[in-house]
């Protein structure tokens, strides 16, 4: 049973740089493609971007200047850099698996708890 | 981007009623849809793949169907623990895109 968990600080001000890890278990990295995803309060889901086991990557485009996504395959992990937050990146960020079914099927089929981040001064 | 375009954002139901939610892509994505169960303070749960597989562990009232541009939740026999909301995400193209959600209330 693949499991992710996001770790991070709740709590960003500003113009400063939001800075997430989601740890892999019972999977690795090295296979399919790792996504974030976050949701403001009260809102529907939004797709931030991914990382495949090749490490390419997959931006949104209303976040692309703005986001970095990496993969530490020592560690199995999977990290979010979002530069110059405001007040509408407040939300809860969670990091998912996308597998792929033969077919050229893909579907996010594992998500983190998530984790709330709060762009505040 | 794809746009999904789901309706109704909202609908009061009683235990035992069929449910119907739709999305309609804005192109064309073939069976590259998902459908997701959300309850309050939890992550998205996936429901259906493929458009129309069913997640395993899932019970099977729930059912997804379609293809191309417009799909479909179904709910054959609403029950308390289905009281939620239910959002559409399509993988055939980047950016992924969610529809923007259907809350399923009690009435």
């Known amino acids: 049973q693949v499991q992710l968990q996001e770790s991070g600080p709740g709590l960003v001000k500003p113009s400063e740089t939001l800075s997430l890890t989601c740890t892999v278990s019972g999977g690795s990295v090295n296979s399919y493609y790792w996504t974030w995803i976050r949701q403001p309060p009260g809102k529907g889901p939004e797709w931030i971007g991914d990382?495949?086991?090749?490490?390419?990557?997959n931006y949104n485009p209303s976040l692309k200047s703005r986001v970095t996504i990496s993969v530490d395959r020592s560690k199995n992990q999977f990290s979010l850099m979002l530069n110059s937050v405001t007040a509408a990146d407040t939300a809860v960020y969670y990091c998912?698996?996308?597998?792929?079914?033969?077919?050229?099927?893909?579907?996010?089929?594992?998500w983190g708890q998530g984790t709330l981040v709060t762009v505040s001064s | 981007d794809i746009q999904m375009t789901q309706s109704p954002s909202s609908l009061s139901a009683s235990v035992g009623d069929r449910v119907t939610i739709t999305c309609r892509a804005s192109?064309?994505?073939?069976?590259?849809l998902g459908w997701y169960q959300q309850k309050p303070g939890k992550a998205p749960e996936r429901l259906i793949y493929?458009?129309?597989t069913l997640q395993s562990g899932v019970p099977s009232r729930f059912s997804g169907s379609g293809s191309g541009t417009e799909f479909t939740l179904t709910i054959s026999s609403l029950q308390p623990e289905d009281f939620a909301t239910y959002y559409c995400l399509q993988h055939n193209g980047y950016p992924r895109t969610f529809g923007q959600g259907t809350k399923v209330e009690i009435k």
């Open positions: 990382i495949s086991y090749s490490g390419s990557t």
């Open positions: 998912a698996r996308e597998g792929y079914y033969g077919s050229g099927i893909y579907s996010i089929d594992y």
């Open positions: 493929a458009a129309s």
């Open positions: 192109q064309g994505i073939r069976n590259d």
